[in-house]
Nanobody, 116 residues
Framework: QVQLVESGGGLVQAGGSLRLSCAASGSIVSTNVMGWYRQAPGKERELVAR???????NYADSVKGRFTISRDNAKNTVHLQMNTLTPEDTAVYYCHIKLVTMMNYWGQGTQVTVSS
């Protein structure tokens, strides 16, 4: 089992910044992919960004140039620095990890609200 605990969500004005963090614990193998997804009301959950244990990253087109994902393999943490936020970024953000065993785990989610 793997547990993911997110922190850092909140309310921010448009143009502002937030930093999300996620700490993973439990049966974590060194090779994995960690990432962030989000789900806005009435919409499907979508990938925001993900990063492999080797450092390769992928971003949704909508956040490229504004969001930066990073990780600390020694601490099993992943971070999402979000800049130039817009109301369209309002959603519940979920931390995710995919292990080399193909098992997937999700955090409980953290709310990000961007006011106009």
């Amino acid at each position: 089992q793997v547990q993911l605990v997110e922190s850092g969500g909140g309310l921010v004005q448009a143009g502002g910044s937030l930093r999300l963090s996620c700490a993973a614990s439990g049966s974590i193998v060194s090779t994995n992919v960690m990432g962030w997804y989000r789900q806005a009301p009435g919409k499907e959950r979508e990938l925001v960004a993900r990063i492999s244990s080797g450092g390769s990253t992928n971003y949704a087109d909508s956040v490229k140039g504004r969001f930066t994902i990073s990780r600390d393999n020694a601490k099993n943490t992943v971070h999402l620095q979000m800049n130039t936020l817009t109301p369209e970024d309002t959603a519940v953000y979920y931390c995710h990890i995919k292990l080399v065993t193909m098992m997937n785990y999700w955090g409980q989610g953290t709310q990000v609200t961007v006011s106009s």
